[in-house]
Every structure is written in structure tokens, then in C-alpha cells.
């Protein structure tokens, strides 16, 4: 396992962009699967983008055009642009990692290491 934190939430209005940095820490972390889900209140955890050891992206359909998930392999950290946002992208965004060569991570049980959340509140 590795220890993740989040970074770059915070109150935007609707149209404008964030950018979520996922540090982490441990070892091979190009070796690692990442993925960014979320969570509004009252509901469960959803998947929003993954990206594979070998650069591959995987974008929820509601996300896709308007969020691009990154890695910078030099700099243990995974990032997520999201641009045109809008009201129902308010959630908690979560970071996580699991130890996958060949995985995609579309699933959260797939994650064996979670980071600690980043408030994303976008008012109309």
C-alpha cells in the first residue's frame, strides 16, 4: 500500500476549472493503477477516472470532454483538470491506488489505498 493526499478543491462557480494533485508516497509508483472517484452526500461512491501504468485514461461518461486525468512519474503524483463544472460535480474527490501492471480501475473495490478526500462545491 502507499498513503495518498489530495490537494485543490475548493468553491468554484459553474463553467469554471479545478485542478486535484494526488501525492503519494511508497514505492514504483508507475507500477500503481490510478483512480479519482467521488462521493456527494447521500451517495455512493462513484468512479470519475482512471489511468494505467501505461498512461491509458478511463473517464465516467458524465465527466468525459470536460476532466482529463495525468501522472507525472517523476513526481509520485496523479492530477485531475476539470474544466466546465458544473453543479453536479459538487462532491468529496478521492484519490486511489492499487498495484496493477495490466488493471484499469473502474471499479472501487479494485483500490487497495485511499487518500483522505478534497471538498469540490461548484454553486450555479
Known amino acids: 500500500q502507499v498513503q495518498l493526499v489530495e490537494s485543490g478543491g475548493g468553491l468554484v462557480q459553474a463553467g469554471d476549472s479545478l485542478r486535484l494533485s494526488c501525492a503519494v508516497s511508497?514505492?514504483?509508483?508507475?507500477?500503481?493503477?490510478m483512480g479519482w472517484f467521488r462521493q456527494a452526500p447521500g451517495k455512493e461512491r462513484e468512479f470519475v477516472a482512471s489511468?494505467?501504468?501505461?498512461?491509458?485514461?478511463y473517464y465516467a461518461d458524465s465527466v468525459k470532454g470536460r476532466f482529463t486525468v495525468s501522472r507525472d512519474n517523476a513526481r509520485y503524483t496523479v492530477y485531475l483538470q476539470m474544466n466546465n463544472l458544473k453543479p453536479e460535480d459538487t462532491a468529496d474527490y478521492y484519490c486511489a491506488a492499487v498495484w496493477s501492471p495490466s488493471g484499469r480501475g473502474l471499479l472501487p473495490n479494485e483500490y487497495d489505498s485511499w487518500g483522505q478526500g478534497t471538498q469540490v462545491t461548484v454553486s450555479t
Open positions: 511508497g514505492r514504483r509508483f508507475s507500477r500503481y493503477v
Open positions: 489511468i494505467s501504468t501505461g498512461g491509458e485514461a
